[in-house]
């Protein structure tokens, strides 16, 4: 068994590169920031490779690997396979970020929940981190040196029972400050 020629290597680095970039966009415009392993991502470029060299057979009608070997780093070729490349990940990114995942927003969930419903005076109930939940209205949130706090106007501890239902509300004055290492989760209520 003979060792592959350098050749041949780079023939694979050059297939596999449109590949990692069609992924790449892929993900970025889908808005899928999940973490994947280095093994699904290298399979996954590899079939997104395998599918733009089909497409660019198809196109030039060159079928012989052994001529698109030859010619793959001729300026015309590559070119061509990396347009097909950026449309590829291109088309497909937004196609899923509109069809399936409009209503996501890339960037701190903080952030994107304060934006949504940032407006002074919408309902809140606020989940802390010791089990304790309040609600009341929301006076300030986020901003400055603290982007990630949250205040609420006439906060009422909420008591319940086993069955999850609403023993009590409690008031606990005026204002109340949370700050993010004592959220564990916040709700937003639109006013109707």
Not at 159 to 186: H, S
Request: charged share 25%; with cysteine; net charge neutral.
């Amino acid at each position: 068994m003979a060792l592959p020629s350098l050749g041949d290597v780079v023939f694979i680095i050059v297939v596999l590169i449109p590949g990692f970039l069609t992924l790449t966009l892929f993900r970025w415009l889908a808005i899928l920031e999940n973490k994947i392993s280095d093994y699904v991502l290298t399979v996954y470029s590899l079939s997104f490779s395998l599918l733009i060299l089909t497409i660019y057979a198809f196109h030039t009608n060159i079928t012989d690997i052994d001529v698109i070997r030859t010619n793959i780093l001729s300026p015309t070729y590559l070119v061509e396979i990396l347009a097909i490349a950026l449309s590829l990940g291109v088309g497909f990114g937004l196609i899923v970020r509109y069809a399936f995942r409009r209503r996501i927003v890339r960037g701190s969930p903080w952030e994107a929940s304060m934006t949504v419903a940032s407006k002074e005076g919408c309902w809140v109930i606020v989940y802390t981190e010791d089990g304790r939940e309040y609600k009341g209205t929301l006076h300030r949130s986020g901003g400055g040196d603290y982007p990630s706090e949250i205040s609420i106007r006439d906060p009422k501890q909420i008591l319940r029972d086993d069955q999850f239902k609403i023993k009590r509300e409690i008031p606990v004055g005026l204002e109340i400050l949370f700050r993010e290492k004592d959220i564990r989760r916040v709700v937003f209520f639109e006013e109707i």
